[in-house]
């Protein structure tokens, strides 16, 4: 459901600004940010019973690290990936008369899933890479975070995971601009995925040949923050 609720926020921020008829239309990059970034702490707080799993890059920074029992990573992986595609279908069924009246619908994959605003998959990769390895390594050295159970403690009891929010927030603001900030396989895969099936009519590809970055790229950043996690003092 914390996953679910991510992309059924996080896409429907898009919408509200890319579809000519609705209210936030041209609302901008900074609109698009603070809803991402709340997306991410109405996920996390619903999620918080089963570890506050949204994230396969997180997951697998956590396992990485030492912190996530193998055993349970399956099920968030899976979790996760299925929540993501149903929050981007229920993002569609809310925003459905105003994709119905959009007019350049071969436009709308942005609305679900990210793209590079130049492509270059190297370095687009790279931008993935080192976006997702800030917000996992500020994760993994969190106090509370090496407890074995894969639930970390932000450390203050006021913030909570509203803390993850301003992380979000600040990494949209700063390292989103290249590639749009996916820092999560899931967020991206997940919409994709949905905007490859859903009744778009006159929607474009779903662009499959990019979208192994969004993927690939915050999996190894994930890696590289467990593994400096280890030697790090957190």
Same mark, same amino acid.
């Given at each position: =459901? ?13 919408? +509200? ?15 698009? +940010? =603070? ?5 991410? #702490? ?25 912190? $996530? ?8 992986? $899976? ?5 993501? #595609? ?24 942005? /609305? ?17 890479? /080192?976006?997702? #390895? ?30 993850? =929010? ?6 949209? +603001? ?8 996916? /820092? ?12 490859? /099936? ?37």
């Amino acid at each position: =459901m914390g996953t679910a609720a991510l992309t059924l926020l996080g896409c429907g921020v898009v919408a +509200n600004t890319v579809l000519r008829k609705s209210l936030g239309f041209q609302g901008g990059w900074l609109l698009v +940010n =603070m809803g991402w970034g709340i997306a991410v #702490f109405v996920g996390a707080s619903i999620a918080a019973p089963t570890g506050a799993h949204l994230n396969p890059a997180v997951t697998i920074g956590l396992l990485t690290a030492g912190d $996530l029992d193998l055993a349970k990573v399956p099920a968030y992986l $899976l979790g996760e990936l299925v929540g993501a #595609f149903l929050g981007a279908v229920l993002c569609w069924a809310t925003y459905k008369l105003q994709f119905d009246d959009h007019d350049q619908p071969e436009g709308t994959l942005g /609305i679900f899933a990210t793209g590079p605003t130049v492509r270059n998959l190297p370095w687009n990769l790279l931008t993935e890479v /080192i976006g997702t #390895f800030v917000l996992v390594l500020w994760i993994l050295l969190s106090p509370g975070a090496k407890s074995g159970e894969g639930v970390p403690d932000f450390g203050n009891a006021a913030l909570g995971y509203a803390a993850v =929010m301003f992380v979000v927030i600040g990494l949209g +603001n700063s390292l989103g601009g290249p590639t749009g900030y996916a /820092i999560n396989p899931a967020r991206d895969l997940g919409p994709r995925l949905a905007y490859a /099936i859903l009744p778009i009519k006159d929607k474009g590809g779903a662009d499959w040949g990019y979208s192994w970055v969004p993927v690939v790229g915050p999996l190894v950043g994930a890696v590289l923050a467990g593994l400096l996690s280890q030697i790090l003092p957190s």
